[in-house]
């Protein structure tokens, strides 16, 4: 740590983004696809004039100057779609996935923490719901309350924290044998503030690469959903164009293509930047 | 006479495989520094936790334990939570490991007093920051934004028994506060604890393996052995003239500058296993002093020691 410091810091580059091009390339490049993704998303309007609804009659055209990745089967442009499904792929992920950390971190603390049979009975939900065919359930959920945005965080949400709060148990169980814990509570803190202050500031670096995996996971669970024609059709995700891109495979190569790459980039993006953070020293450096 | 602030009655502390602590009785004055010595696994660390009710839960305490006349054992958990860190405090073992590797050494210290009714953020940083210098540490604004991997061991020690001060307890219990440290911070240590004890009154419970540590500082010293007090009195006299073979065969185990010894003699055998009952004296298979009355029935601690033949040693 203390070498990066003192290396000559080239004029033209600011001492974070030298630091940040010597961490792990998979860091690097994960963090590279999140950010062109994320920015893609946010900045649609600028990239875009095209209203993603907008119907016209320059049904399937090819990608050409005009509209960059063609037109769809109704002529809405494909570059628009691309950008706004996004919007919905990304905040179904994000929500789903803090949904799930938050559940999985807290019943992770609570079993790890005090172990026992609150542990057993804790530990047993979580096989339950570890055994349960996620995307199956998922299927059959969502199809009996309805689709919708709400109900696809929800479903995702609350299928998805067992792994996290797995991950959370086994580090809390270290970590409450350390001195620090009895320190904390000889100094006279009671159990809930041990928890939040002293236990949850030290597996907040696994939450990351945890929640990281768990945003890509749950883009998935919701493409795969909207594939199978459960999405909500008034905020189109990348799931549903491809689902609707199928029906002109061999005829609109665009339509499945361009979908299909922007999630494979947000999904690889972020399965390296979990590994990468998982390798970093803030991890290492706490797991010990 | 004043009244005792701590007092130990027939201490048991057991658990399911065994007793690790039997009996165990002896007073703390206020201002009083008292050492505590022992081998490994001889219930000195169990004693002084039961005092805060730091024990593992399948832990069974009996006896009596009472803090300036109050009940611990009968405390409710609101209680034991408003004593800890207050009225009595502890330093622990390695100061490695006793601070949150994830939050400042400032923060940590201030929320020992947070925890005990004191909110006011500008009182709070400036009540650490005199606490830091208190125990040595220069610059101690700056240094109280640090983080642990920040401090030396012997910074951190200090911070620690900063820490464990920050209330004003009447009682420290310092539990083998010097063994993780380099011999010159030991010496810094036990100076700290020495003005602490004279500039506020603190009454200090010492745990250590370490004689020489008790011999500088305690004015007491208690001698325990497979979970008893086996010998109890002012230091210099157990030192010079001990009165238990334990303490005996424990003091020329110890290497000396002062005379020549030649080699030093270990005690022959092994500590009681503490899960299989032993009859008599527990020291009765390492004693070169034993009779036949020790192998049949315990001695009591009398006079401060606890042993049916008393040889002149």
């Known amino acids: 740590m203390k070498t990066a410091a003192t290396l000559p810091t080239p004029w033209f580059a600011p001492a974070w983004l030298v630091r940040f091009l010597r961490s792990p390339i998979s860091t690097v490049v994960g963090s590279l696809l999140v950010l062109v993704v994320v920015a893609g998303v946010i900045l649609a309007p600028l990239i875009t004039h095209a209203d993603p609804m907008a119907l016209s009659s320059d049904t399937l055209l090819e990608p050409a100057w005009a509209h960059p990745m063609g037109t769809d089967d109704l002529g809405r442009d494909e570059l628009a779609r691309v950008l706004y499904g996004g919007r919905a792929s990304l905040v179904i992920g994000l929500f789903s996935a803090l949904l799930s950390v938050i559940l999985g971190m807290t019943i992770g603390m609570v079993a790890g923490f005090f172990g026992g049979a609150i542990d057993e009975t804790l530990m047993r939900i979580t096989e339950a719901f570890q055994i349960l ?23 995702i949400g609350l299928l998805s924290w067992p792994a996290t709060a797995r991950v959370i148990r086994g580090r809390v169980q270290v970590i409450r044998h350390e001195e620090f814990i009895a320190a904390a509570e000889m100094s006279g803190a009671s159990w809930l503030r041990v928890l939040v202050r002293h236990v949850a500031p030290n597996v907040v670096s696994f939450l990351l690469v945890s929640a990281s995996l768990q945003v890509a996971s749950a883009i998935m669970s919701e ?48 399965n390296l930047l979990g590994d990468g953070v998982s390798g970093s020293r803030i991890v290492a450096g706490s797991r010990r | 006479m004043s009244e005792p602030v701590l007092s130990i009655r027939d201490l048991h502390v057991s658990f399911p495989t065994a007793t690790v602590v039997q009996g165990v009785s002896f007073d703390v004055m206020p201002g009083e520094i008292v050492g505590v010595v022992g081998e490994s696994g001889s219930g000195k660390s169990m004693t002084a936790r039961s005092v805060l009710r730091l024990l593992p839960k399948s832990a069974r305490l009996g006896g009596s334990i009472r803090f300036r ?19 009595v405090s502890m330093v622990f073992q390695d100061p490695m490991t006793s601070f949150n590797p994830v939050l400042r050494i400032g923060d940590q210290i201030a929320e020992a007093m947070t925890l005990h009714g004191q909110k006011d953020r500008k009182t709070l940083s400036d009540r650490v920051a005199s606490l830091l ?55 810094q240590i036990l100076q700290l604890m020495r003005d602490l004890n004279a500039t506020s009154g603190t009454a200090i419970l010492l745990i250590t393996h370490n004689i020489a540590v008790v011999a500088s500082l305690c004015r007491r010293l208690i001698v325990m052995y497979a979970g008893r007090v086996v010998e109890d009195g002012p230091t210099d006299e157990v030192l010079t003239a001990p009165r238990h073979p334990y303490t005996w065969s424990l003091l020329q185990s110890v290497p000396r500058l002062d ?55």
């Open chain 1, 223 to 270: 493409s795969f959903l909207s594939f199978l024609g459960l999405g909500d059709p008034a905020h189109p995700s990348w799931g549903l164009l491809l689902q609707q891109g199928q029906l002109f495979l061999s005829d609109a190569w665009w339509l499945t293509t361009f979908p299909g790459i922007a999630l494979a980039m947000t999904i690889l993006g972020l």
């Open chain 2, 69 to 87: 006349g109050q009940e611990v054992l009968d405390m409710s958990p609101a209680d034991i939570r408003a004593m800890r860190g207050a009225l």
């Open chain 1, 133 to 155: 065919p996620k995307l199956l359930v998922a299927v059959v959920v969502v199809s009996l309350i309805g689709s919708g945005l709400t109900n696809e965080v929800l479903v």
């Open chain 2, 259 to 313: 005379r020549a010894t030649g080699r030093l003699v270990a005690i022959k055998g092994q500590p009681p296993d503490p899960a299989e009952p032993l009859a008599g004296c527990k020291f009765h298979p390492r004693c070169p002093w034993v009779e036949e009355r020790c192998t049949r029935d315990e001695p009591p601690l009398e006079d401060g020691v606890r042993c049916w033949v008393r040889p002149a040693l």
């Open chain 2, 133 to 187: 210098a208190s125990v040595g540490i220069g610059n101690p604004k700056a240094r109280a934004r640090a983080y642990p991997h920040e401090f030396s061991g012997g910074m951190r020690q200090r911070a620690l028994t900063a820490m464990a001060v920050a209330n004003g307890p009447a009682l420290l219990i310092a539990d083998e506060p010097t063994t993780a440290l380099d011999v010159t911070v030991q010496d």
